[in-house]
């Protein structure tokens, strides 16, 4: 990343400003003495945090007070505008006396963007100035890119999730209508109005910055033990209050991991979960996600995340491999009521996620195991077997039913079938994996290019992983058939030899 002196010192002021303005806070800690947050700009990864000193498992590190977060319930949004915070009344329309209900549908997330907005638009006014000017104004979510960039991702199942009109579509919606219905109040006589345009900006921005540094706060982990398996993923999908946590979201994050933050009552706090040596980044965890989910998320990608990187198999790939096997000889009649047949079951799937086994980081946040692909998913095979089911049903088809008649010859198609179909789904990528090692040295390529590179790089890692788990399944199938025929003549042959 370019850095001139002017940005430099901007960034450098935000940080100063910003740490004071925390540690000042009712209620805050912050161990200034083993930590500091630090400038990671070299490596791509903005503002952290660094040990300064050895720190012991346990330490904790800051403390932030619940009333220092940024959300719906703190903001002065909040009680200039009561009507639009009340989730519980979702009926659209209009208000006793008239003033149209902008507000009727919103939820944690849209409310979240417009406290931010309102915050954000009141400048000096506002209590958390000091954080939100180190709060990130570009992104690198695939949001953001450029269709050339974009098409980096080849056949990723990202390049369909990026969301973009979904966004648009909200924005317009929930937030410039809200803001506009409320003009008086979040732009105050004096203040400079923005037009659409800018709020239609400012919104995306504000959204985008909720998405990789918003924690929900409904999870009290520290009082959950039932709740333990889980509690290291947030849940972005639920309808709990979303919050802006300052200081807890200058912690980045990787798959391993040396802190975590607790949800106490009346504060949050950031404890180191191992030994942390100093000149080590405090890390914090996201979950378990696949690279192509961290980039949509959260604008980056790691090597440690790629044990969780997912590849999508379509479902109409697998079919027609079943269909050059033993469809060839069915009209394209029977071959339509098969799929029908189908679709039809209730469970009936368009696409199966294929993915690596991984333990889940233990209690220091560390991984003891490699991931590795450990088999199909039995949805998929499932599926498989009321395909079969229906092609029998159709009838008129005496080859297909021979072929189906024993256990071994449906598990070998069911296998040669996914075989194919992975293959398939390799081809629709314009570049081979061999091409993307070659293309993972070349110094030209910029931030995004490298990212989308890896994303679909990993993609294919893991069905060329999923085809050497079919071949190995075949191997095995037919070494299985050839002893047990072997079986029949083996010991009478070596009672022979004897
Ligand atoms: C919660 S913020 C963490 C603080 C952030 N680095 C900053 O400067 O404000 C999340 C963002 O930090 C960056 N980030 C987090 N972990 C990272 C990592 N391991 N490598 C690179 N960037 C990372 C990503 O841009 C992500 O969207």
């Given amino acids: 990343m370019e850095v001139d002196s002017d940005a430099d010192s901007r960034f450098t002021e935000g940080t100063r400003n910003f740490a004071a303005w925390f540690e000042a806070l009712p209620g805050a800690t912050f161990r200034s003495d083993l930590i500091e947050v630090a400038d990671l700009r070299a490596r791509n990864a903005g503002r952290g945090i660094i040990a300064k000193a050895d720190i012991t498992p346990e330490t904790v590190l800051f403390t932030i007070p619940r009333t220092a977060i940024l959300c719906a319930t703190t903001s002065a949004l909040q009680d200039k505008i009561p009507g ?20 009727s549908s919103q939820d944690s997330w849209t409310l979240l963007i417009l406290a931010m907005i309102y915050e954000y638009i009141q400048g000096d006014a506002s209590q958390w100035k000091p954080y939100l000017d180190v709060l990130p104004s570009v992104f690198d979510t695939p949001m953001f890119w450029s269709p050339s960039e974009l098409s980096e991702l080849q056949a990723s199942a990202l390049a369909a999730k990026v969301g973009k009109e979904e966004a648009d579509q909200m924005i317009r919606s929930k937030i410039i209508s809200a803001i506009r219905a409320h003009d008086h109040i979040f732009f105050p006589p004096g203040s400079q109005k923005l037009d659409n345009a800018q709020l239609f900006e400012l919104a995306h921005r504000m959204g985008s910055t909720i998405m990789a540094y918003a924690f929900d706060l409904e999870k009290d982990d520290a009082n959950d033990e039932a709740d333990e398996e889980d509690e290291w993923v947030e849940d972005r999908e639920g309808k709990t209050m979303l919050g ?44 378990p ?126 296998l040669q079938a996914v075989l194919g179909s992975l293959q398939a789904r390799e081809r629709q990528y314009t570049t081979s994996l061999e091409d993307d090692e070659r293309l993972m040295n070349a110094c030209q390529l910029t931030g995004r290019q490298r990212m989308g590179l890896w994303v679909r790089r990993g993609e294919k ?21 050839s002893e047990r025929v072997r079986g029949d003549d083996g010991p009478a042959a070596k009672r022979r030899r004897i």
């Fill in 84 to 103: 639009i915070f009340d989730l519980e009344n979702d009926d659209a329309g209009r208000s006793d006396d008239g003033e149209e209900r902008a507000s």
């Fill in 244 to 287: 802006m946590v300052p200081m807890a979201d200058i912690l980045n994050a990787d798959a391993e991991f040396n802190a975590h933050i607790n949800h106490a009552e009346d504060a949050l706090t950031a404890t180191a979960l191992r030994p942390i040596r100093a000149g080590e980044e405090v890390l914090n965890y996201y979950g």
């Fill in 289 to 414: 996600l696949p690279n192509g989910e961290l980039l949509r998320r959260y604008g980056y990608v790691t090597p440690k995340h790629s044990r969780h990187d997912v590849v999508e198999l379509p479902w109409e790939l697998v079919e027609t491999e079943l269909r050059q096997r033993v469809g060839s000889r069915m009209t394209p009649a029977d071959w339509e009521e098969v799929k029908q047949l189908g679709q039809s079951d209730e469970e009936f799937e368009e696409s199966f996620v294929l993915e690596r086994s991984s333990d889940d980081p233990d209690s220091a946040g560390q991984l003891a195991t490699d991931a590795v692909f450990a088999g199909l998913p039995d949805e998929l095979g499932e599926q498989f077997k009321t395909i079969l089911k229906a092609i029998k049903k159709v009838g008129n088809v005496e080859l297909a039913v021979q072929a189906l008649s024993d256990k071994d010859k449906r598990k070998d198609l069911y």
């Fill in 461 to 481: 890692q893991l069905l060329r992983e999923a085809q050497a788990w079919v071949r190995r399944e075949v191997d095995e199938l037919r070494t299985k058939a």
